[in-house]
């Protein structure tokens, strides 16, 4: 069965460094997205992308975001300079796109540390 | 941000009886809710949704109910096993707008 993959499993980095997350979605998806979740909160939202564009962020998803899919294949978020509180597992989604309402697949999440 | 709240934090089950989680909503925007179950160190893997248009969808031992009125919906496993046991998030959005609001989980707990 399909499903969203997510590199790396485990980011360890320093307070100020850039890390990229990746991910790659489900081949005939359409909608890609990204979330977060705080050690002991909720599944938080970020940002949802399609078509090589934002279609919705939130307040979350500052100037210190960005996302991007390079390739055909792989989706990324970019964190320019890491906080402490950046730290939480990340997880990316994907759903077809094509059907209403539509369904999101989560990966297995990357759990990021800022030390 | 509490427009999805799942006020019990966690719930035991004996195998084989029925588990009934709970979930409300405020937002009377949201028109499509989805039940999430989660392992540790995995991602939310989808278990089953419904569209505010019904108010009953059942796929094998799960079945959701919404209640729209209330602003409630509920998770029932009918017959629970210990695989079941998991984190279970509930999810709500509003059809053509992707961003999915969750609630905080209930972990199940499915006693032999």
């Known amino acids: 069965e399909p499903e969203v993959t997510q590199t790396p499993s485990h980011q360890v980095t320093q307070m100020g460094q850039e890390v990229i997350l990746r991910c790659v979605p489900i081949?005939?998806?359409?909608?890609f997205y990204w979330y977060r979740q705080i050690l002991g909160q909720k599944v938080e939202f970020l940002v949802s992308?399609?078509?090589?564009?934002?279609?919705?962020k939130s307040e979350i998803f500052d100037d210190q975001f960005s996302v991007e899919r390079p390739d055909g294949s792989n989706f990324t978020l970019k964190i320019r300079s890491t906080k402490l509180e950046d730290s939480a597992m990340y997880f990316c989604?994907?759903?077809?796109?094509?059907?209403?309402?539509?369904?999101?697949?989560f990966g297995p999440g990357t759990r990021l540390t800022v030390l | 941000d509490q427009q999805v709240k799942q006020n019990s934090p966690s719930l035991s089950v004996q195998e084989g009886r029925i588990s009934i989680l709970n979930c409300d909503y405020t937002?009377?925007?949201?028109?499509?809710f989805l039940w999430y179950k989660k392992y540790p160190a995995e991602g939310p893997t989808f278990l089953i949704s419904?569209?505010?248009?019904?108010d009953k969808n059942e796929d094998g031992r799960f079945t959701v109910f919404l209640n729209k009125s209330a602003k409630h919906l509920s998770l029932h496993i009918v017959p629970s096993q210990p695989g079941d046991s998991a984190v279970y998030f509930c999810?709500?959005?509003?059809?053509?707008?992707?961003?999915?609001?969750f609630g905080t989980g209930t972990r199940l707990t499915i006693i032999p």
């Open positions: 989604a994907s759903s077809e796109g094509t059907s209403v309402p539509d369904t999101q697949y």
């Open positions: 081949s005939n998806h359409l909608y």
């Open positions: 992308f399609y078509n090589n564009e934002i279609s919705e």
């Open positions: 937002n009377s925007m949201f028109d499509y």
């Open positions: 419904i569209s505010s248009i019904k």
């Open positions: 999810a709500a959005s509003r059809i053509g707008n992707e961003k999915l609001t």
